[in-house]
């Protein structure tokens, strides 16, 4: 028997109610563990804020998006004796084990924290999809089966009208969601981070659909985080401020996209900014079982003594990977998966 803790720190994504819910379930029915969880992400920890998780106030959380514990991106290694404050916490409550479920930030101070000494388990979190040693992170599904929901709904105003609909997904520097969800979308253009794009192409595939194929409307899918080949600074809007990991702000791609491809073309074009949509709302069945493996295979973890570890899809199994490994580069679109996406541009 041992006191765990745990935190949701990062953005929020569907699926961290499950893994909640299952390191829960697991903690007290099969090893008989104490379980607390920090509230509002690193900022619980620094603040000492938490509150006894049990299966009574985890229960019927498993359908439900968003997180109980809260979430926010707290950056204990940019705070004033942040890693004192913090181990002084844990000290205080007792807590044997720290379990943090959150994307690259996260996890990073977790890698941190179990490298000065304080044992920590690792569960990846993002709807980007772009943490290493994992194959698939919870909330990424979700988020694609928004984006393409989005994507169908577009496609009969984009015809009704003529026009050329350009659909800004999220992802930050990863195309994953722009991908899956242009593909699934039928999308007739996916522009992602990781193929800095030619505004001339983008025309070039328009022109050839409307004038050789008899349709005279177009889908394109822009990624957040996607730029121009020629440089240039599309890929970010007017948010310039820096959060506490130093990431900016992205959003608005879609809007000098609607503009350029406007004046070029002569065609219609309007922009939709996805957002936060794609990490609200539920998660989708793929989703809810991950997130409970994820939730199982950490509280197993915490309880073998596999600390610096981070729980992993792999092919179909669920593992664990050193944090160490897993964090030293963010895992970005596979080359081939864009090679089939561009059978269908044009
Ligand atoms: O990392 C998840 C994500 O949703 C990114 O796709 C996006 O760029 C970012 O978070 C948005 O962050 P925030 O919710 O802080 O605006």
Redesign the pocket.
């Known amino acids: 028997m041992a006191r765990i803790g745990l935190l949701t720190g990062?953005?929020d994504c569907p699926g961290l109610n499950p893994v909640i819910r299952g390191i829960v379930r697991k903690g007290i029915n099969t090893y008989g563990h104490e379980l607390y969880g920090f509230r509002r992400g690193w900022k619980g920890v620094l603040d000492n804020d938490a509150i006894e998780l049990t299966l009574e106030n985890t229960s019927g959380i498993l359908h439900t998006g968003g997180t109980m514990l809260y979430t926010s991106?707290t950056n204990v290694y940019k705070t004033e004796n942040g890693e004192e404050r913090v181990l002084a916490s844990l000290k205080e409550r007792g807590i044997d084990v720290l379990i943090p479920i959150g994307?690259d930030d996260t996890l990073g101070v977790a890698r941190k924290l179990n490298a000065a000494g304080f044992p920590t388990v690792g569960v990846p979190k993002?709807?980007?999809n772009d943490i290493g040693g994992t194959d698939f992170t919870f909330g990424f599904q979700t988020a694609v089966q928004i984006a393409t929901d989005a994507i169908d709904g577009l496609h009969t105003t984009a015809e009704s009208h003529q026009r050329v609909m350009v659909c800004e997904v999220?992802?930050?520097h990863a195309g994953w969601i722009a991908c899956h969800a242009g593909i699934a979308g039928g999308a007739d253009v996916i522009l992602v981070p990781e193929r800095p794009f030619d505004l001339d192409d983008v025309c070039n595939h328009l022109r050839h659909r409307h004038e050789t194929t008899g349709k005279h409307f177009s889908v394109v899918v822009v990624a957040?985080g996607a730029t121009l080949a020629e440089g240039g600074d599309m890929a970010t809007s007017e948010h310039d401020a820096l959060?506490s990991f130093g990431h900016v702000?992205?959003g608005g791609i879609a809007f000098q996209l609607e503009k350029e491809i406007a004046e070029r073309t002569g065609y219609e074009v309007r922009a939709t900014v996805l957002g936060?949509i794609q990490?609200g709302g539920t998660p989708v069945a793929f989703d809810r079982v991950l997130g409970t493996r994820f939730g199982v295979a950490a509280i197993d973890a915490a309880s073998n003594g596999d600390f610096g570890m981070m729980t992993a899809l792999q092919g179909t199994s669920i593992g664990l990977v050193p944090l160490d490994e897993a964090l030293k580069e963010p895992k970005l679109l596979d080359p081939e998966l864009f090679k089939t996406a561009e059978v269908f541009f044009g």
Request: zero cysteines.
């Open positions: 990062g953005g991106r994307g993002t709807i980007d999220m992802g930050r957040e959060d702000r992205l936060h990490r």
